[in-house]
C-alpha cells in the first residue's frame, strides 16, 4: 500500500507560480512511474504530467502544460513536484499526485492516488 499527500496548493493571480509536492509512505516509489492529475468542477479528471522512475529522468506533459509545468522526481526523498509558471485562471483545479505500480516508464493506469490539493488562479 501506498500512501501520497499533496500540498502546496493555494490561491495566486494569472501570471504566477505555484510548487506543488507529493510525499509518499509505506513503499519507496523509486520503483514506478509517477504523475499529476487535475480535475476542475464540472469537468473530467485530465492528465497533467508523469515522469519515469530516475531522477532527471523523462516526463511526459499534456499540451497546456509543455513549456509551463516541471514535473521533478526526487526519490531520495520518496517525493515528486510540480513547478508551476505563467498560471492561467483556466488551471483552477484539484491537483492529484498518482503512482502506477506497474509501469516505470509513464502513467498507464493509476493504482494509487492523493487526496488532492486546490489551485485557484484568479484576478
Known amino acids: 500500500q501506498v500512501q501520497l499527500v499533496e500540498s502546496g496548493g493555494g490561491s495566486v493571480q494569472p501570471g504566477g507560480s505555484l510548487r506543488l509536492s507529493c510525499v509518499a509512505s509505506?513503499?519507496?516509489?523509486?520503483?514506478?512511474?509517477m504523475g499529476w492529475f487535475r480535475q476542475a468542477p464540472g469537468k473530467e479528471r485530465e492528465f497533467v504530467a508523469d515522469?519515469?522512475?530516475?531522477?532527471?529522468?523523462?516526463?511526459h506533459y499534456a499540451d497546456f502544460a509543455s513549456g509551463r509545468f516541471t514535473i521533478i522526481r526526487d526519490n531520495i526523498r520518496n517525493a515528486v513536484h510540480l513547478q508551476m509558471n505563467n498560471l492561467k485562471p483556466e488551471d483552477t483545479a484539484v491537483y492529484y499526485c498518482?503512482?502506477?505500480?506497474?509501469?516505470?516508464?509513464?502513467?498507464?493506469?493509476?493504482?494509487?492516488w492523493g487526496q488532492g490539493t486546490q489551485v485557484t488562479v484568479s484576478s
Open positions: 498518482a503512482a502506477d505500480t506497474s509501469s516505470k516508464r509513464y502513467i498507464v493506469t493509476p493504482e494509487y
Open positions: 509505506g513503499r519507496p516509489i523509486s520503483g514506478y512511474a
Open positions: 515522469v519515469d522512475i530516475w531522477d532527471g529522468g523523462n516526463a
